[in-house]
């Protein structure tokens, strides 16, 4: 896989918090589709058996999506934030398939992938913004704490049981 | 159309069809939305095109403008969906209430304003509807009586992100009692034993939505400029409906289901706790919204039982829940309504136009009324 730069910020999630509202969903709707639909989201709240579960893309520092895309439509922004470009991309969902939480979301209009960009060149991404529940932190990754700054991803996979894992859904409908 | 899909959907379940018409701007603009649209739909003056066989129940859920946008409040996918029906005994009777919840904006998401249901089915069933698809699945192997079987069953054949359910079961209201109620995806209570006894009428267990469409709003800019820097708007607080309760949170801990006492009408299947919108309109006079800044502060938040109940209207009328509005008045509350509204379809409504149109609707929501107590 190929090394790349720690990203500097992460959008964490703690299910226990969360009340299932969408709001997310809908900030990141309206802020990048200019409409508001939960399919048009990069960030997803999963119905598990025993409450919510918000995913987006934490940016690992090892993402195997960037190896497994055939057309290198994978790349990785500034802000350390990794996205699809559009144009490359072939609309084969590989990305979507090897990301150990599914991470990507599929576009309505394109059918490509489309990833959390962490709201490049915001404050604060606008699902962080608008979650009532606290439930979303946009934390900066560098100081705070070693092993998430090392690669979010696999550490917040770590804390899912197997049980919740097994209910996340590899593709969306 | 902005702030609105433009389209009803109405299913028979006698002959397992179902109809897809469109809702005209004039109607949508005469109407507002939620009660109003349902009104129509019921009203003997109204547009009763359509009206279902006068013997059976009749269920209308219509929801607001504003419903499934970023709209003020509650965790925004508040809806405004009301459930007037019409049954007998007795006869001609109906009924409205509010719910909260994803049902409203995925109805909206799926591409329909209104969801009007009719007719008895002969068999158990379940109607599945995914965007444009109708599908009806016969239930008769389900324990009607078991929620959390009938919730696993929808969610089984209808496991996508973007789905909600309507169902009904048993729930424990005392130690030794249960019910017939209506719920929803999380287990909240919708309707208690009258409204899902007309499920049970139309031999209806549950309702599973699929939607992966979008709303589109008149004044992008606007509507984002007025949710994102509006201190009106995002007070921050979570809504009341979806947080989870204190023993929610216990059960989740302990891995114990709440008991009854803890969660007196919670829906035992989940044990996610609920709460019942407001009390329905009885009583409720127009010209409360005249007396914006003489409501008297009989609740926690400052607002007044007036007030409340005219919250319930326009909750149910626009698709917003304002129990979390941080107004200051009335007064303030119906000019940011009246902000949104024009953000999400482009119509202006002026202060004076809204009171009277409320005005007129309710008088017909209240004419077509016999809600028994």
Redo the contacts between chains.
Sequence with gaps: MKPRPAPHHAILADGSKCSGCHRCELACSLKFFGLFGLACSRIRIHKLDDGYLPLVCLACSQAPCLDVCPANAREVLPNQAVDTDGDKCIGCLACLYICPISAPAISPETKKTMTCNLCAGEEEPWCVRACPEKALSYLPLENTNRELAAGPGEYWLRLLSPRKRAQISPVSP | MPGWIGRKLTVNLTDSKAEKAPLSQAHLDSYLGGWGLNAAEFSRAGSNQGLPPPDGAVLSLATGPLT???APS????ACGVCLPVRRKPPEGSCMHLNFGG?FG??LK?SGYDQLVIAGKAARPRAIFIRDDEIDFLDVSGLDRRDPGEIRAALRRDS????STLLYTGLIAREEDRSELALLD??GRLIGGPKLASVFADMNLIGVSL????????YD?EG??KII?NDARV?P????PC???AEST?NS?RTGQRPTAGQNPIGAPESGIWFSLFPPGPRGFSPAALSHEEDLPGLEENGKGKQGLLADSYIFGLFGLCPTLLSRKSRREEIDLLLDLFYGATGRKLTREGFKTRLGEILDEVMNDENRPD
């Design positions: 499934g946008t970023l509650p965790p925004i996918t994803d904006p995925i998401y496991a996508g992100k973007f995806d999380r699929t939607g992966s469409g979008a709303i589109e709003v992008t509507f984002r994102g995002f921050g607080r979570p809504c979806l947080s989870p949170l989740r």
